[in-house]
């Protein structure tokens, strides 16, 4: 078998990654698509940990806009992370791995709370840990959650899978001539304003020398990302 470049992943996947072309909700079709492909990643054996948004039902920040209580409107967005890990897990035992979902707002009769010395020993089984409800605090990310759960979990490096095969010096979608960057560092990334996370993760996963790393959801990047080739864009401390 080909030699791993990560043993321990946190996965982020936003949580417009779960809806299909309506741009909200939760459309199984894209569910099960995406699961397929961490499923060819546990099939390294790579070990995975996932942080899934919510933004595709709930986002706390403009409703609170709209004259809602800020930290009401959070935890209502927390909740909606609940149920794309709740899908989630549903779509990867259907495939036959075995999951957990720990939440960092106890909910016992639906997941179990987020423990990290729990959680690291699910790693260790060989399941998929589906952090969910964020870091349990309004004013968060789900982006800070996965730099947070990335850390206290002991993983390699936290990959935001989204639409796009890495961060590009300009839109993909709208330059032919967009170049894509292979390697940048935090500093380059927070100067240059690259948009990869927000500057809480950033910055966390920064001061403990994690690498992000930006790749593509589809077309077997993650994978390929696994076994060391040259796809995304790694953000490191050197
Ligand atoms: N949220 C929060 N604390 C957290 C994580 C999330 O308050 O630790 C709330 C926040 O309102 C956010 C919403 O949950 O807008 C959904 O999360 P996010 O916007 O990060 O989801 P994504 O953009 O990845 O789908």
């Known amino acids: 078998m080909s030699k791993l470049a990560y043993k321990r992943v946190l996965l982020k996947l936003s949580g417009e990654a779960l809806a299909g072309d309506a741009g909200y909700g939760i459309d199984p079709a894209v569910v099960s698509n995406l699961c397929a492909e961490i499923s060819q990643v546990l099939a390294l054996g790579v070990e995975v940990a996932l942080v899934i948004g919510g933004g595709n039902i709930f986002r706390g920040i403009s409703t609170s806009a709209k004259g809602m209580d800020r930290s009401s409107a959070d935890y209502m967005g927390m909740l909606a992370t609940v149920m794309n890990a709740m899908a989630v897990q549903d779509a990867l035992e259907k495939r036959g791995h075995s999951t957990r979902v720990l939440s960092a707002i106890t909910m016992e009769q639906v997941c179990e709370t987020y423990i990290r010395r729990r959680g690291e020993r699910h790693l260790e089984k060989g399941r998929v840990v ?30 935001k899978a989204t639409k796009v095969d890495g961060v590009y010096d300009k839109d993909p979608m709208k330059y032919a001539d967009a170049k894509r960057y292979t390697r940048v560092t935090f500093t380059e990334a927070l100067t240059l304003k690259l948009g990869v996370m927000d500057y809480t993760a950033m910055t966390l996963a920064m001061e403990n020398n994690v690498p992000i790393i930006v790749c593509s959801m589809f077309g077997g990047h993650i994978k390929r990302l696994m076994l060391g080739e040259d796809v995304g864009t790694v953000i490191s401390v050197d």
């Open 130 to 159: 589906i952090c969910a409800a964020g870091t349990g605090n309004p004013y968060f990310t789900t982006d800070t959650a996965a730099a947070l759960r990335g850390m206290e979990l002991k993983c390699n490096a936290i990959i």
